[in-house]
């Protein structure tokens, strides 16, 4: 069992519309999660970090924690073409131990 | 805040030479620094773990003779590639954590491209 699991995709959603990506994690004591952002060709680039049960807001970004099913999705509201890229979710059980998922690639059609 | 620089970005070398990317922290000290590997169309691939001052903590199937890691500093981590061959051709991405209590984010470099000809 991968210790992230993400569907790969490819998910497309039109303009304005939202999008929903999830991600399961296997280490019931992991604490912090992390949702990136990557352009192709490009590293990835941080978009939310949530540590809390619930949901957490930023901007069109919200993340959704939900620890007792090891389950952390982000949601993109009001999709742009802009959006479409690849998203890693990623989950920090202990230290310096990261664990990324395989990415999610989302586009976004005008 | 958090920004974290490689240099080159890209780069093209002949088969049997080596090559370092460094990696530097611009505006936090980065108590651990990772570096991963990218070929087209694929995740990320963990290479291997760097903390200041240590020995670097490599993932299995990584050759640590081949790919030198040094962390001399806080706010720098380079990479060497020895003996490069065309295999190797791939991108290159650095991150850093200040590893703060209550926030293990981790910032990317912008990456570096290896051509290998």
């Known amino acids: 069992q991968k210790e992230v699991e993400q569907n790969s995709g490819p998910l497309s959603v039109p303009e304005g519309a939202i999008a929903s990506l999830n991600c399961t994690y296997s280490d019931r004591g992991s604490q912090s999660f992390f949702w990136y952002r990557q352009y192709s060709g490009k590293s990835p680039e941080l978009i939310m970090s949530i540590y809390s049960n619930g949901d957490k807001e930023d901007g069109r970004f919200t993340a959704q924690l939900n620890k007792a099913s090891q389950y952390v999705s982000l949601l993109i509201r009001d999709s742009q073409p802009s959006d479409s890229a690849t998203y890693l979710c990623?989950?920090?059980?202990?230290?310096?131990?990261?664990?990324f998922g395989t990415g999610t690639s989302l586009t976004v059609i005008p | 805040g958090a920004v974290v620089s490689q240099h080159p970005s890209w780069v093209i070398c002949k088969s049997g030479t080596s090559v370092k990317i460094e990696c530097r922290s611009l505006?936090?000290?980065?108590?651990?620094m990772f570096w991963y590997r990218q070929f087209p169309k694929q995740s990320l691939m963990l290479m291997a773990t760097?903390?200041?001052?240590?020995?670097?903590?490599?993932e299995q199937g990584v050759e640590k003779d081949k790919f030198l890691i040094n962390h001399a500093s806080l706010t720098l981590s380079t990479l060497t590639v020895t003996s490069a061959h065309p295999e190797d051709s791939s991108f290159y991405i650095c991150?850093?954590?200040?590893?703060?209590?209550?926030?293990?984010?981790?910032?990317f470099g912008p990456g570096t491209r290896l051509t290998v000809t």
């Open positions: 991150s850093a954590t200040s590893g703060q209590e209550s926030s293990y984010e981790q910032y």
């Open positions: 760097s903390n200041e001052g240590s020995k670097a903590t490599y």
């Open positions: 505006d936090f000290q980065a108590t651990t």
């Open positions: 990623a989950v920090n059980p202990t230290g310096n131990q990261f664990y």
